[in-house]
């Protein structure tokens, strides 16, 4: 098991290579990947949508995989859609917005806004400069922390964190810190 999420409905999702288990109404169900491997292992649910926001991968032997595609896991239809938003992201890339809404950040230095019950993107919010992920999992990455209709985002390259509205799609601050953020977290909203 590599990651887990819950979603509304009671539902909780555990992802696994080849797809996920979704444990609902008492009952254990599994939900295929569409490749080989299809490895989904961080993920992030919302008490406002039945689908949760997973990463994906597909190269079992990668030493890095840089992915750019994103699985969106329905727990109600027990389907599995694919978003390919264009860019790559990290562990530390997924969220969800206040409406349910999936938000991942990407190395484009954007958050990209998906739909997740039509499986695209809406729009794209831009925050930091573009960014290349490192190849050890521990070193400092930029990382995305979502409390109500605030996105914040760490920038460790020039060791700042950003308040991002996410109705209005604009950046309200941004701080220095006294050194580069490798993390972020915080109680729920």
């Known amino acids: 098991m590599h990651g887990e999420a819950t979603a509304k409905g009671e539902a909780v999702v555990i992802g696994c290579e080849t797809g996920v288990l979704v444990y609902k109404n008492g009952k254990i169900t599994k939900v295929t990947s569409p490749d080989e491997y299809g490895r989904i292992g961080n993920q ?3 008490e406002t949508s039945p689908i ?10 990668a030493e890095l995989e840089r992915p750019t595609r994103i699985s969106l896991i329905d727990t109600e239809s027990g389907t599995l859609d694919l978003v390919d938003i264009g860019t ?8 969800r ?3 349910g809404e999936a938000l991942v950040l990407g190395t484009d230095g954007q958050i990209h806004v998906i739909d997740p ?13 573009e960014w290349r992920e490192p190849l050890e999992w521990q070193q400092a990455r930029p990382a995305l922390f979502v409390r109500g209709a605030t996105a914040y985002v760490t920038d460790p390259n020039n060791n700042e964190i950003s308040a991002v509205d996410l109705n209005e799609g604009t950046t309200t601050t941004t701080a220095k810190l006294p050194a580069a953020p490798n993390e972020i977290s915080g109680p729920a909203a």
């Not at 949760?52 to 032997?61: A, F, I, V």
């Open 44 to 46: 992030a649910g919302s």
């Open 52 to 61: 949760t926001l997973g990463d994906y991968k597909t190269d079992k032997d």
């Open 88 to 95: 790559s992201y990290t562990f530390r890339s997924l969220g």
């Open 97 to 99: 917005g206040p409406d």
């Open 117 to 129: 019950v039509k499986a695209t993107v809406t729009r794209t919010i831009s925050v930091i400069e």
